[in-house]
């Protein structure tokens, strides 16, 4: 074993792997789920990284949770592709997922082995059921232009790949990266499936031509921003002369931020006719599939709505 200073936890410890941890929403919604759960000696400690921190950064935190009884696991954000990077050989098992993806959100232990999952196309996709009834697409003729083809980007459309009905997959689904890396590696992962979804991958970072790929989509398409801007990077990926799709969604992946975006879609509400969402619900949906592998507890649909009405309290 490599010298790591573990810290032999006096309670039960659910860590956060992220970048501001103390700033999430979480730290006021972690207590009160864990009374919902039945469980409220367990904590939330979070753990901030630097952005593509140093490896063994990664694998002293991985080691923290190994090999410390009372540190039961953690979700990750920001970090999953890294510390899959450096922490690989330290886990016994990965998901499916996280073995395509090669990246993970989610660390937790059973029988004294460490786990890997990459919740996020379950998660991505539970929060897109929530916005879209079945059969939307055949429905709506509508297309996705995804604005970011990061991890989240990469999940719901794997997500939208594994629907088995053709009412529930868009035609096309065009996605916008700045670099060009996020895009090959979005292709190579959908070259692993036969699927009918026509995906665009488009290298771009200039939001006149965002806008432009806007004004072309169909009634009732989705817009997606995820490429992070209005919270972790300032400004919107589209200008403020962009036209949303008649009919359509806006769906901004965050919830708290400037969500330039998002201000950008409400002003077109009524003259569009267009839905906004935020990423609210991606986020409680994201937490609570992570806290129910963590602390190995079911989440039913009963129990997701006393989590969901426990977070909403804080809002
Ligand atoms: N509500 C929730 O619970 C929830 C859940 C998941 C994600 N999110 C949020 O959604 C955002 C994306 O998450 P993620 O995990 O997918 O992050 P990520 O892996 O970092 O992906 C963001 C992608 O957007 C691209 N990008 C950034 N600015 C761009 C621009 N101006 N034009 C085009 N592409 C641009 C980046 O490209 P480069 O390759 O050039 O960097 C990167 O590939 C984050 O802000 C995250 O907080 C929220």
Not at 95 to 100: C, K, S, T
Request: aromatic letters at 8%; proline letters at 6%; charged letters at 25%.
């Amino acid at each position: 074993m490599e010298p790591y200073k573990i810290v032999n936890k006096e309670v039960p410890t659910f860590y956060f792997v992220g970048v501001t941890t103390g700033k999430s929403s979480i730290n006021k919604v972690f207590p009160l789920w864990m009374e919902v759960l039945g469980c409220p000696e367990v904590v939330l400690e979070g753990i901030d990284h630097k952005i593509h921190d140093d490896p063994q950064a990664y694998r002293a935190t991985v080691a923290q949770i190994k090999y410390d009884p009372n540190s039961l696991g953690a979700l990750v954000t920001t970090h999953k592709l890294d510390l899959f990077a450096a922490a690989e050989d330290m886990f016994d098992y990965f998901d499916p997922y996280a073995e395509v993806t090669r990246e993970l959100s989610s660390i937790s232990k059973r029988d004294g082995r460490l786990e890997g999952h990459a919740k996020d196309p379950i998660t991505a996709g539970l929060s897109l059921d929530h916005i879209i009834p079945p059969n939307y697409f055949a429905d709506t003729g509508g297309h996705i232009l995804c604005l970011g083809a990061g991890g989240s980007a990469l999940a719901t459309l794997l997500h939208l790949i594994h629907k088995p009905n053709k009412g529930d997959r868009p035609e096309r689904f065009i996605t916008v990266n700045r670099s060009q890396g996020r895009l090959d590696h979005m292709r190579d992962m959908v070259a692993r499936y036969d699927t009918d979804i026509a995906v665009t991958y488009i290298q771009n970072s200039d939001p006149r031509h965002n806008d432009e790929l806007m004004a072309a989509l169909p009634e009732g398409s989705i817009v997606i921003n995820a490429t992070g801007m209005g919270k972790d990077t300032p400004g919107s990926p589209v200008t403020d002369d962009g036209v949303f799709p008649r009919n359509g969604i806006a769906w901004e992946f965050n919830y708290r931020g400037e969500l330039d975006f998002m201000h950008q879609a409400l002003r077109q509400v009524e003259r569009r006719n267009l839905r906004v969402e935020d990423g609210w619900v991606y986020f409680v949906h994201g937490w609570s599939q992570v806290v129910g592998q963590v602390l190995h507890i079911d989440i039913t649909p009963d129990v997701f709505q006393q989590l969901e009405e426990a977070a909403a309290s804080t809002r």
